[in-house]
């Protein structure tokens, strides 16, 4: 166990009614929930928080007739696409790999949408599941789902960025509330391979910044003894209207040289703002098969300049838990990976939400002196 106050799955798989889907009596075929998972999580004017739980609806059986499909939105229904299986990568059970594609090219084994699950005000019950305010696909350029999402409020407003998957792009868009429960869609404010978008929960300098994490196939060097490597990094951007967005010229939070645990890194919650700064949580990667060990990190930024790291630590705050998916092993597919999505402040403790092995909703109370 972690030794935090309280640390638990709080949502799974079995805690979603596919009759009650957005794909259901939609498509010829029976479906299971690969995972309920990786929660953008923000507190309700009622007290209580919300989950966004991203649901990853797959094929009960995706192979037959010596192809496999997937699942994919247009045209305001579903389509079952099906790839000879002889031409395909499926050693990932989250996607599968077109093998003569003359680039990097997948196509996902399940479909994600977006599930509003009702926490009380200290993230340990579910008080309801809001199904009629699920988010599921509606353009082409998010058709084989939206993923992860992630909520900061800034004003009186909920600002809420996901990431959209099709062929046409894998990038961020964003949905705006007024309440946190009904939301509607902007559209796209990060192109092509761009994700963990997280903003600020605040203006600074009466802009609004958000981190962002660019991915690519070429990283330049740093010189030699640089305590940076050259990888994905968490990068900055500023708006003056949370739509149009803007790369910022010094770099956020890079991989450390010294430590294999950023060899990959991402943002993880929106960060808030603390007497010290800029509080932001974040995940960093260690090479492992299949996908490697995620952990989470914490960082504190300037408040003014949010490029400048006035402390950060280099152990863990979240380490993967499988003694919270072992009652789960069944449905297990993926280890080693705890992906943080959601921070609420709760007096002398945060509410951390995260996604659990890729399955479930991790729910930990971090107390803030961990922070000093």
């Not at 889907?21 to 004017?45: C, Q, W």
Request: include cysteine; charge should be negative; charged fraction near 20%.
């Amino acid at each position: 166990m972690s030794g935090y106050p309280f640390d638990a799955l709080v949502f799974a798989p079995a805690d979603v009614d596919l009759s009650r889907s957005p794909l259901a009596g939609k498509i010829d075929a029976e479906t299971y929930v690969l995972g309920a998972f990786n929660p953008g999580m923000t507190r309700l004017p009622n007290g209580n928080l919300l989950l966004m739980v991203r649901v990853a609806e797959a094929l009960r059986r995706p192979v037959w007739d010596g192809h496999v499909h997937s699942i994919r939105w247009e045209d305001g229904g579903y389509r079952l696409d099906a790839w000879p299986v002889a031409d395909v990568d499926m050693a990932d059970p989250r996607h599968f790999r077109l093998r003569d594609a003359a680039w990097k090219v997948m196509a996902l084994t399940s479909l994600s949408w977006l599930l509003p699950v009702e926490l009380d005000g200290s993230g340990r019950e579910v008080v309801a599941v809001h199904y009629d305010r699920a988010i599921a696909p509606t353009t082409s350029y998010g058709c084989y789902g939206v993923e992860d999402a992630r909520i900061s409020r800034v004003g009186e407003r909920w600002l809420m960025t996901v990431c959209v998957v099709s062929p046409e792009r894998h990038g961020t868009a964003l949905y705006v509330s007024d309440d946190a429960m009904d939301w509607r869609l902007e559209g796209l404010v990060l192109d092509h391979q761009n994700k963990d978008m997280l903003i600020f929960e605040g203006l600074i300098g009466g802009r609004y910044w958000a981190q962002t994490r660019p991915l690519g196939e070429v990283w330049f060097a740093y010189p030699p003894g640089s305590e940076w490597r050259a990888a994905p990094s968490i990068n900055l951007a500023s708006s003056p209207d949370a739509l149009h967005w803007r790369p910022a010229e010094k770099p956020g939070i890079r991989p450390h040289a010294a430590t294999a645990a950023t060899a990959r890194m991402g943002g993880g919650a929106p960060p808030i703002l603390t007497e010290d700064g800029w509080l932001t949580l974040w995940h960093g990667v260690s090479p492992s098969n299949p996908v490697g060990v995620y952990r989470t990190y914490w960082s504190i930024l300037d408040r003014d300049d949010p490029s400048v790291t006035v402390r950060t630590s280099h152990d863990a705050l979240l380490e993967p838990a499988p003694d919270l998916t072992a009652p789960l092993a069944d449905a297990l597919y993926l280890d080693g990976v705890v992906f943080t999505t959601g921070i609420a402040d709760a007096g002398d403790h945060y509410v951390v939400a995260s996604g659990e092995a890729d399955l479930a909703c991790r729910i930990t109370h971090i107390p803030k002196a961990v922070f000093g």
